[in-house]
């Protein structure tokens, strides 16, 4: 192609040669297809990541403890260094903070914390951008950390890679954002769906807590992506639930009630674990004065302080929590063992470590779950099922009070558990209950308050699209109604009428010279082409639509225009008694544009 000046320079035109494209980029990055295999690419290599990172949390346990799982070992001495006794854990966490404090600070500050609400930014902030080296260093912090005594998770970090892998994919292929997004979302749910062997419960926990909608194209690319992962996982660990529990049974249909209580019990208790966790971050920022990269090291010693007194809180510690199911704590042990994964957790967030809060939420619900179960079987020993069952749905509970997610609350619980028959109402009706309280007793979840206290609000623009729509009624921007057609007009001429019209629908007015409701350019449409009679008139296909008043708001009317047929809807007086206007989506546009509308 030749090329030419635009007219304002030298009085010639420009003309530009396009880039010739690369057919399979373009479909890559276009088509339906194109987002299928990035889904099943990013899901094979979320499995993979997954598998890694696992093995990794056991490399560096084994190493730093001498242990599988620590947290099942009681204060046993570390066989590597058997001169130091239980006293080792007072220098595990130090020596791993020492090598992940520097390796996060220097290449990536974002794999500090917990991993979530970084995602959840990326995504709605920045178009899903994630820097790619996030993959592997928060893959080697987070796995130093847990191996190092760190009480926190695993689900948190995988989150992160999975996203971070999937952001890096996409960025390669150069798709457009709102296609990266997804594909975050499907390195999300590959990487839960991997590490929980959780196919279900990966994508809606992308969906819900990453994308946070569920939109049917969205849905299909991250469940592929779950799949995929999840396929891989199970080809490397087996296919079986990520936690083996004993059968539970429900002894009375009364115990709904105690279910329903242990909602608010444990719904009370995730939102004040968030409240902790934040508390004794903000006492580590106010304490700490020296280097970011020497914190980890320098709070690792209050850490392994936690851990000598309860080394039940080394690392992810489900040992522990499958013990508490099982019955092999008592009631004091419990509400010990569920506030010391609190502040175990909160103090390994605080002092700059890496790692999820998803397990911790688990863990806590157990222990209180189990308490709860405890008590209530001294209240009511021959009504009440086994202590652990109470427990079990606890963890459900505290993790839907801690991130209002009760769909993935709920699905995650069957998948880690492998129970469905005897416990999902119990645990549906607890989930929503505990989900309810935490609406009640606070703002943000453990999730959005970190975004929160950065100043992002994901949820600012659709609030202030809202208020200004609360703030507008009809009446100031309604228009004239269209005129009407009498109920006796014949199909044919109401045809005619409808494409006469700017509406697709218009109202009817009967004898009585009264508002007798709308006919539709549909139903007129379906008519004539299959009539059922050759005398139907425009009366026998009239509906009366759903009423919006002049003094409703812009925000009511606008959920009934947007399942109303055509463009418009008639507008009814104060008293409901008149049509005195008709209100379009043009007119309410218009108004969020800021501009008069004509009357």
């Known amino acids: 192609m030749t090329t030419a000046t635009h007219p304002s320079a030298g009085g010639r035109r420009w003309s530009l040669p396009v880039p010739e494209r690369i057919p399979i980029w373009e479909w890559v990055r276009e088509s339906r297809g194109g987002l299928v295999l990035l889904a099943l690419v990013i899901g094979a290599g979320s499995g993979l990541g997954g598998i890694v990172f696992r093995w990794l949390i056991t490399t560096f346990t084994r190493i730093l403890s001498g242990h599988d799982d620590y947290s099942a070992a009681g204060h046993a001495a570390n066989p590597l260094v058997p001169w130091l006794g239980p006293w080792f854990v007072l220098l595990a966490p130090v020596v791993a903070g020492l090598i992940y404090g520097p390796l996060v600070t220097r290449f990536a500050p974002e794999a500090r914390g917990h991993g979530v609400p970084e995602v959840m930014y990326a995504v709605a902030e920045r178009g899903g951008r994630i820097a790619p080296q996030v993959t592997v260093v928060k893959a080697l912090a987070s796995a130093l950390c847990i191996g190092g005594g760190g009480s926190v998770g695993r689900e948190g970090p995988i989150v992160q890679i999975g996203a971070a892998w999937g952001s890096s994919l996409g960025r390669l292929a150069r798709v457009p954002e709102n296609r990266l997004r997804i594909l975050v979302a499907c390195g999300a749910a590959g990487g839960i769906a991997a590490t929980f062997n959780a196919p279900i419960a990966g994508p809606f926990f992308a969906m819900e807590l990453i ?38 049974t429900l002894r009375s249909g009364w115990e709904y009630l105690a279910f329903a209580a242990l909602g608010i019990v444990i719904g009370t208790v995730g939102v004040g674990f968030a409240r902790v966790l934040y508390l004794i971050e903000d006492l580590c920022d106010w304490a700490w004065r020296g280097p970011q990269w020497l914190r980890p090291a320098v709070g690792g010693l209050l850490l392994g302080a936690v851990l000598l007194v309860l080394p039940q809180m080394y690392g992810v510690g489900y040992p522990v929590l499958a013990g508490a199911i099982d019955g092999e704590y008592v009631l004091w042990m419990l509400v010990v063992l569920m506030v010391g994964k609190m502040i175990a957790t909160s103090l390994t967030i605080g002092i700059g ?221 104060t008293d409901g008694h008149t049509v005195v206007g008709w209100l379009t989506h043009r007119a309410v546009l218009t108004a969020l544009q800021g501009v008069p509308v004509a009357g």
């Open 211 to 248: 994308l946070r909608d569920f939109a049917a194209e969205s849905f299909g690319a991250v469940v592929l992506s779950s799949v995929t992962a999840s396929a891989i996982g199970r080809a490397a660990y087996g296919n079986h639930p990520f936690m083996d529990l004993p059968e539970f």
């Open 353 to 573: 470590g890496s790692g999820g809060v998803f397990a911790p939420s688990l863990f806590i619900g157990a222990m209180g779950g189990t308490a709860f179960g405890i008590t209530v079987g001294q209240l009511f020993p021959d009504a009440t099922a086994a202590p652990g069952m109470y427990g079990l749905i606890g963890m459900g509970a505290a993790f839907a009070g801690a991130t209002r997610a009760a769909i993935t609350a709920v699905v995650i619980l069957f998948e880690l558990t492998g129970e469905y028959t005897t416990i999902i109402l119990p645990l549906m009706l607890a989930i929503v209950v505990a989900a309810g309280v935490s609406r009640v007793l606070s703002k943000d979840t453990i999730y959005t308050r970190k975004l929160t206290r950065r100043g992002v609000d994901l949820d600012a623009a659709h609030r202030r699209s809202t208020a200004q729509l609360d703030r507008r009624t009809v009446a100031s921007v309604m228009e004239l109604m269209p005129e009407p057609i009498a109920a006796d007009t014949s199909i044919e001429d109401a045809s005619r009428a409808i494409w006469l019209s700017a509406n697709g629908i218009l109202p009817v007015i009967g004898a009585d010279q009264r508002y007798h409701g709308c006919v539709t350019a549909r139903a007129i449409a379906e008519n004539l082409a299959a009539p059922e009679s050759t005398d139907t008139t425009v009366a026998d296909l009239a509906v009366i639509p759903h009423k919006i008043s002049e003094i409703s708001t812009l925000a009511e009317a606008l959920d009934v225009l947007t399942d109303a047929e055509g463009t418009g809807l008639p507008v009814l007086d």
